[in-house]
């Protein structure tokens, strides 16, 4: 790839609807911050724009920290992204698996309108997406391997939109394969039940559910603007600061608001936190294990060395399990 063609595809980023850092819904997010400094905190126009672009966030070490890893991930991605299984593979598979089972009481084709099969394909590839996320990222916090690497998101200890990407490239593989699964499940289901009725509805081509998501300002909820939701609210849709508080350092904010968009699959797990005033909140992560969490060094070497440290502890556990059977074998009820 030449230089110039890089550098493009860094900036699609920024002008591809279907990514989370596209321009309008940076814009919207920008716009929704402003409105709720001026009527909500009651700051003053110049307080306001001093706010929303506070130096001592953008030009923070842990911001440009952020921004590193961006362009890092981004070559990154260029290599393997072509490696990786992809949804039509998994769809494919699926609905193989499928045409070998005997369906053919189910006729849902006849019985459902084309509006409500789009509508149904549209909610349930959302929901599917946004629930195995929560699954994935709880995943992320409990297994000390994987944790290895999602600490590397955590060590921010200032939010702007582009934290977002700050991701170990191991962690990047492991949604990758997240979202392939989810979407190649949800594809093959419906096709094989609908066939070409399935279609999803979409705003510039994003599936309406996610541009609206963007649109009311997803990209608020790695930023310092602590926008609260009404506390009902909270329990179904993840609030900017609701997300900010998942950042916390503090222990009782530990393993709290996993979810991407949706609360409610917290607050269905237990593991729902209402937001509280973010000023109050220090970010990052407590283990001082590295001694520079903002170098590349903390950010790419140390998580992959710990990574394989996990693994390995794992792995020896198993073979403890297996050697312990193994022993006692001869006398199955002593096994413990
Ligand atoms: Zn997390
Ligand atoms: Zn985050």
Do not use: C
Not at 222 to 235: A, F, K, R, T, V
Request: aromatic share 16%; proline share 3%; no cysteine.
């Amino acid at each position: 790839m030449q230089p110039f063609e890089f550098i493009v595809s860094i900036f699609e980023n920024f002008l591809d609807p279907k990514k989370r850092v596209f321009i309008g819904y940076l814009f919207a997010a920008l716009i929704i911050a402003f409105f709720w400094l001026i009527f909500y905190k009651k700051f003053t126009l110049n307080h306001a724009i001093r706010k929303l672009f506070d130096q001592k966030v953008f030009l923070s070490k842990s911001s440009k920290a952020d921004f590193s890893v961006f362009f890092i991930n981004r070559i990154f991605t260029l290599f393997v992204s072509p490696l990786l299984l992809t949804q039509l593979v998994v769809a494919t598979s699926i609905f193989n698996l499928l045409l070998l089972v005997d369906w053919a009481d189910w006729s849902f084709g006849l019985v459902l309108s084309k509006p409500t099969i789009v509508a149904a394909f549209t909610f349930a590839v959302f929901m599917l997406d946004d629930f195995t996320k929560y699954i994935v990222h709880r995943w992320m916090h409990r297994w000390p391997a994987l944790w290895a690497l999602h600490k590397v998101h955590h060590s921010a200890e200032h939010l702007t939109p582009i934290t977002i990407y700050r991701t170990h490239p191991l962690e990047g593989i492991v949604f990758s394969l997240r979202s392939a699964v989810s979407q190649g499940l949800v594809i093959a289901i419906f096709f094989y039940f609908f066939g070409n009725s399935v279609d999803l509805l979409t705003v510039i081509g994003v599936n309406i559910l996610v541009f609206s998501f963007n649109v009311a300002g997803s990209n608020l909820r790695h930023s310092h603007i602590g926008i609260q939701y009404w506390g009902w609210l909270e329990y179904v849709l993840i609030s900017p600061a609701q997300h900010q508080l998942h950042h916390s350092i503090a222990e009782e904010h530990y393993d709290k608001n996993f979810g991407a968009t949706l609360a409610l699959w917290d607050w269905l797990f237990g593991s729902l936190h209402h937001s509280v005033d973010t000023d109050i909140l220090v970010l990052g992560i407590k283990d001082k294990d590295v001694s520079d969490h903002q170098s590349l060094y903390g950010l790419y070497i140390v998580p992959l060395i710990q990574f394989g440290a996990g693994i390995m502890k794992m792995v020896n556990g198993v073979k403890n399990k297996m050697f312990i059977a193994v022993k006692y074998t001869g006398n199955w009820r002593k096994f413990p």
